[in-house]
C-alpha cells in the first residue's frame, strides 16, 4: 500500500504556533509536488500551501508570511509551520502528493491524500 499520513494538528490559542507533518510510505519511487489544503465543514476545500520537487513554493495569501512549507525528500515528508495563527485558520488540513510507486510489476502516476489533522485557534 502507498499512503499518506499527517500528524501535528491541535488546540492553540490565537497567536500561537503549531508544526503540520506528512509523511510518505509505501512502494513510492518519486514525490513530485506536494500539497497542504484545509477544509471547513459547509465550505470548499481549499489549498493552503505547495512545493514543487525543485523547493518552489506558493502559498494562499490568507496565509502568506504566516506559514512555510517545506520538503523533506530522504524521508518522504512535508511540513507546515504554522505561526501566528487565527482563528480564521481553523480547519481540517489535508496533505496530497503526485507520487509515482511501484507494485512490483508496473510503475504507476498517482494523487494521494492523507486522512487529515484537526487545527483549532481560539480567540
Known amino acids: 500500500q502507498v499512503q499518506l499520513e499527517e500528524s501535528g494538528g491541535g488546540s492553540v490559542q490565537a497567536g500561537g504556533s503549531l508544526r503540520l507533518s506528512c509523511v510518505a510510505s509505501?512502494?513510492?519511487?518519486?514525490?513530485?509536488?506536494m500539497n497542504w489544503y484545509r477544509q471547513v465543514p459547509g465550505k470548499q476545500r481549499e489549498l493552503v500551501a505547495k512545493v514543487t520537487s525543485g523547493g518552489g513554493t506558493n502559498y494562499a495569501d490568507s496565509v502568506k508570511g504566516r506559514f512555510t512549507i517545506s520538503r523533506d525528500n530522504a524521508k518522504l515528508s512535508v511540513h507546515l509551520r504554522m505561526n501566528r495563527l487565527k482563528p480564521e485558520d481553523t480547519a481540517v488540513y489535508y496533505c496530497?502528493?503526485?507520487?509515482?510507486?511501484?507494485?512490483?510489476?508496473?510503475?504507476?502516476?498517482?494523487?494521494?491524500w492523507g486522512q487529515g489533522t484537526q487545527v483549532t485557534v481560539s480567540s
Open positions: 509505501g512502494s513510492i519511487v518519486e514525490i513530485n509536488t
Open positions: 496530497a502528493a503526485d507520487v509515482v510507486y511501484y507494485n512490483g510489476s508496473f510503475y504507476y502516476t498517482a494523487d494521494l
